[in-house]
C-alpha cells in the first residue's frame, strides 16, 4: 500500500513538471520590426492564430520583410505593410492561408491582423497594425474579420510616428501612400 501511494505521490509531483512541456513549446514569441522610423516590438499569439503566426514567421525566417515598405498609411485606421519594395515591386507570396479572424482576438489599438482581399481565406504576407479600436474588422461584424495574431509591446510612439507621415498618390497607388518611404529594414525573432 505504502509503494502505491508513494508512486502515487511521485506522480502527482511529477504532473507539474509534465505539464510544463507543451506550454513551454506554446509559447507566444515575440518579434522586433525594425523600421527607419525606429524600432517596434510586437508579441505573437501562436496559441489562438497559430496558421497565422506560423505563415508570418515563415516569412521572417526567409527575410522576405527586410527591404519591405509601409505603404498604406491612413490615419486613425491602421498602417500596412510588408508586400512591397521601396520601387514598389510586388513581393514574392506562398499561398493564402485560411483566415483566423475567429480566434477571439479583436482588433485593438496595438494589434497586428493580416490584410487579404475581399476573399475570406486571401492573406498571405502583407498585415497592418491598428491605430485605434477597429471592431467593425472583428469576425462577425461585418463579415469574416481581419484575423489578429500579435500585439505591439514596446514601440508604440514609433508605430504613431509613422501613422502621421504625409500621404497622398505615389507608384501604383492612386492614395494612402506614404510620400517618404517607411522601410521595414527587417523583422527577428527576439531571443
Known sequence: METGLFLMLSFLAAAPLLAAGPAEKS???????????????????KDKAPITVENFLKYVQEKAYDGTIFHRVIKDFMIQGGGFDAKFNRRQTHDPIKNEAANGLKNERGTLAMARTSEVDSATN????NLKNNDFLDHGVRDFGYAVFGKVTKGMEVVDKIAAVATGAKGPFGRDCPLQDVIITSIKIKK
Open 126 to 129: 502583407q498585415f497592418f497594425i
Open 27 to 45: 509559447a507566444n514569441p515575440t518579434v522586433e520590426i525594425q523600421t527607419n522610423m525606429g524600432t517596434i516590438e510586437a508579441v505573437l499569439y
